[in-house]
């Protein structure tokens, strides 16, 4: 059974898969930076607390499955999500879908996903894909960060819906619950909604570690890292902070490019010439962020690594903060046509 | 970033699949290229795996010493941690944390240590000894 569905390539697999399942569901205009932004899905935190995989807790991106449901909720499309207890009854849902006719979204780990390189396998459980029809024993899979859409067996499948440890998957699925067609009216409303509240989200977001405070906050870290933790584990350190920031999924200069094509592609529908403006600050705080990589890896290389090199590495990110800020004041003072 | 400055180092992924990166045109339009990697994240992801790697030479060395469990050293070869594993086997955290003691290993029940042999995929004698053919 191989469902009428076209895979499509993203850059970040969340957004990919929203995008790929509204097309699907008859909301032509749907595209991966709208998507991202109508999703509010620019963010920024540094967890201080916390550890992944032995390195800092960052994210540059909002929390795992709050793109697809707000982005849905924007549109005024119903969303159906599960998990489950069992695993059979996982299958057997997903089995029930497909033959409705209806692909669906699932919540995978990616330590057992035999189609991703070695170097890629860590534990990290917050990955999605598609799953659109069955031949034999194998599931057809869209991998939104992939060309080509692939396919997994039915163990392979099951191992990676219930991976475990944190954002434990729990064979969650997910999919749009009905076709509906949206009007450019409504795509309108959604991107101001979706603007609103990623401006809520980074200059009001309460506590010093997230949003454009979180920047900073990282920036000050970062200064104090060298001393702290030593020249070695300060770079498994920076290391972690670049692979966060440019690793598969964020379009590059972790989202900041994305956002900027998101406003470019909202002045289509609200022209209002700000938006090309604001559009190229974060496109410009983006290109810092990538500096900021460059002088990272001049230092966990060891071609670098004074206390001024880190020093320099502040400044990037305090730069990038400035403009962010100064970008998401600009657009709360936008005044949207009614 | 510029369409031209987009960088083409190939790297793991871009072996098999390239990535999307947005990036703006001659007139300044946002617009999608596909990239083979970039060798400032690829050096990133190296150093995560060195670290991973002193990681494993570590655990080992302290397997030897008697001042820790295989389970430690398998545990860093399946890039796991305490959490992890005791998710995996159903163990409680506190458990998986004694089963890290030497003394108590030695001492673990065989459907305990099937369960542990199982998750790292070796055998319970493989788990003991700490030989695996990894290729």
Redesign the interface.
């Known amino acids: 059974m191989k469902l009428d569905f076209k895979h499509t390539q993203a850059a970040h697999c969340e957004n990919g898969v929203t995008t790929s399942l509204l097309r699907h569901h008859g909301v032509s205009q749907i595209t991966e930076p709208l998507a991202f932004g109508i999703g509010s899905g620019l963010f920024f935190i540094y967890i201080p607390f916390m550890k992944i995989n032995n390195g800092p807790a960052i994210a540059f991106r909002t929390q795992p499955g709050l793109i697809f449901n707000r982005t849905c909720k924007a549109l005024d499309i119903p969303v159906a999500r599960k998990k489950f207890r069992s695993k059979e009854e996982a299958e057997k849902i997903l089995m029930e879908c497909l033959a409705a006719g209806q692909p669906v979204g699932c919540q995978v780990g990616v330590y057992f996903l035999t189609y991703f390189p070695k170097e890629y396998r860590f534990h990290f459980n917050a990955h999605n894909i598609i799953v659109f029809g069955k031949e034999d024993d194998n599931f057809l899979i869209s991998d939104p960060v992939m060309e080509m859409a692939t396919s997994l067996s039915s163990y392979e499948l099951e191992r990676v819906r219930f991976a475990k440890g944190a954002f434990a998957p729990r064979g969650q699925l997910y999919y749009p619950k009905e076709k509906r067609e949206v009007t450019n009216e409504q795509i309108k409303k959604a991107i101001k909604t979706g603007v609103n509240r990623n401006i809520n989200l980074m200059l009001r977001i309460p506590g010093p570690i997230a949003g454009i405070r979180g920047i900073r906050f990282m920036a000050n870290k970062i200064s104090q890292w060298r001393d702290k933790l030593g020249p070695k584990k300060a770079g498994s350190y920076l290391a972690q902070l670049v692979r966060m920031q440019e690793e598969i999924g964020t379009g590059g200069g972790g989202f900041r490019f994305i956002y900027a094509a998101f406003l470019q592609e909202a002045y289509a529908y609200l022209p209002i010439t700000e938006l090309i403006d604001i559009s190229k600050q974060f496109t410009k705080s983006g290109d810092i962020w990538r500096s900021a990589a460059v002088q990272a890896a001049g230092i966990y290389k060891g071609r670098i690594g004074s206390q001024a090199d880190f020093d320099v590495m502040s400044d990037y990110l305090r730069a990038s903060a400035d403009i962010e800020k100064q970008a998401f004041q600009a657009l709360s003072k936008i005044k949207w046509p009614a | ?1 510029k369409k031209e400055e ?1 960088p083409q180092d190939l790297g ?2 871009g ?10 045109d001659e007139s ?3 617009t ?1 290229v ?1 990239s083979n990697g ?4 690829s ?3 190296e ?3 060195k ?1 991973v790697e002193q ?1 494993i030479r570590d655990a080992h060395n302290k397997v030897i010493k008697k001042e820790a469990s295989p389970i430690l050293f398998f545990m860093e070869l399946r ?3 305490i ?2 594993v005791a ?2 086997t159903g163990f409680w955290k506190w458990q998986v944390k004694r089963h890290l003691k030497y003394k108590v290993f030695e001492k673990l029940s065989a459907s305990r240590l099937a369960k542990y042999a199982s998750l790292f995929e070796v055998s319970v004698e493989e788990l003991k000894t700490m030989k695996v053919d990894e290729t």
């Open positions: 970033m987009l793991a992924l072996k098999i699949t390239g990535e999307v990166c947005y990036v703006t300044g339009n946002y999608t596909l970039w060798e400032v994240k050096s990133a992801l150093v995560a795996w670290d990681r890039v796991m941690d959490p992890i998710a995996y």
